[in-house]
Every structure is written in C-alpha cells, then in structure tokens.
C-alpha cells in the first residue's frame, strides 16, 4: 500500500473516531443538575429529618423536595400528594419550619395555606399522640361557590423545628379525610 493511503486511512479512521467520541460525549455527558424522578411509592421516608409513613392509596406524588442544613429562614416543602381521580381533587402536603416555642400555631396557620387566606378555624384544636410523639390537629374550613373546603394540619414539634401534615379537602369528601388521617396514624418516627 502506497504510504500517501496509509496516512489517509489513519485520518479517515481518526475522524471516525472523533465523530464517534463527539456523539456519545453529546448523548451521555449532560453536565446540568436534574431533578431526581418522582416515583410513587407506598411508603414516603425521609431519613434525614427521621420519619416515615404510609402514603394514601391512589394519591400521586407531586413534589418532593429536601431541606437545606441548618436554621430554615422560612417553611420548607418536603413533600406533596394530589388525589385527583375523585370527583373533586384533593392535596396533602408535608412542610417545615423553625418557629421558636412561643409561637401561636393557631395563628401562625390561620395566616397561611397555598397563598389563601379566608380560612376559620371549625373546630377547636385536638391534640393527639402519634408514635409517642405529641401533636396537635387544627381543622379550617372556607366556604366555596362548590360547597366547603377543609384545611386539616396535624402539627408536630421537635424542638425548634415544627412539621406540618397538611391536607385539603372538600367538605364532603370524608374518603379523602379518612385516609390522610390513617397516612399520619402510620407515621413513624426515629
């Protein structure tokens, strides 16, 4: 073989290789951060703030979000669940947030929910134990042009941090009400 091909076919084959090496740089190398997959799960843990617990059957995770180490400046998102296959849809969140030992939760919930802010309390606030930790439901309602709504949030306090199991509802719909109230009773904490 004349050299002048012999150079020409380890360029030919370099290029290929190049080409090659370029194309598979492209497809697998994407340096961006991603957001993990959002799987549904029967059991929602999170071990870094040490809790777990079973999550209602037929609601879909929405939104999963993890907290930033130390001191939270605001509440935080852990996670959220919509049930969208009733009539009526529902959501149930789980969020955090470092309120010091004399804060009114009362107040402080009164003054929040998903950026709405006519909601009553209904009912007087009821404390509960929950694997032998303390907690307190407080239950708001709103009317609706399509019949009430229902805010129920069971608060627990570890120290400084206070988590808030929060679940929206319509008024009538006592399934929805019925298993986040069983989701909570199943948590378990570490």
């Given at each position: 073989?004349?050299?002048?091909?012999?150079?020409?076919?380890?360029?030919?084959?370099?290029?290929?290789?190049l080409s090659l090496t370029m194309i598979a740089l492209a497809l697998g190398c994407d340096e961006r951060p991603r957001a993990p997959s959002l799987q549904n799960e029967p059991v929602y843990q999170n071990s870094r703030e040490g809790f777990r617990f079973m999550v209602p059957e037929g609601w879909t995770l929405h939104a999963r979000g993890e907290l930033p180490s130390g001191q939270l400046d605001r509440e935080r998102m852990l996670v959220s669940y919509e049930l969208l296959q009733s009539d009526?849809?529902?959501?149930?969140?789980?969020?955090?947030?470092?309120?010091?030992?004399?804060?009114?939760?009362?107040?402080?919930?009164?003054?929040?929910?998903?950026?709405?802010?006519?909601?009553?309390?209904?009912?007087?606030?009821?404390?509960?134990?929950?694997?032998?930790?303390?907690?307190?439901?407080?239950?708001?309602?709103?009317?609706?042009?399509?019949?009430?709504?229902?805010?129920?949030?069971?608060?627990?306090?570890?120290?400084?941090r206070v988590?808030?199991?929060?679940?929206?509802?319509?008024?009538?719909?006592?399934?929805?009400?019925?298993?986040?109230r069983r989701a909570i009773e199943s948590l378990v904490w570490k």
């Open positions: 073989m004349p050299h002048h091909e012999i150079g020409n076919s380890r360029v030919s084959n370099f290029r290929i290789l009526m849809p529902a959501a149930f969140q789980i969020t955090a947030a470092d309120l010091t030992i004399d804060t009114n939760l009362e107040k402080y919930l009164s003054g929040r929910a998903f950026g709405i802010s006519d909601w009553q309390l209904k009912f007087p606030p009821e404390d509960l134990e929950i694997d032998g930790q303390p907690a307190r439901r407080y239950t708001f309602g709103r009317p609706r042009l399509i019949g009430p709504e229902i805010r129920e949030v069971v608060a627990f306090r570890r120290g400084e988590y808030f199991f929060t679940a929206m509802f319509p008024g009538s719909d006592a399934k929805a009400r019925e298993q986040i």
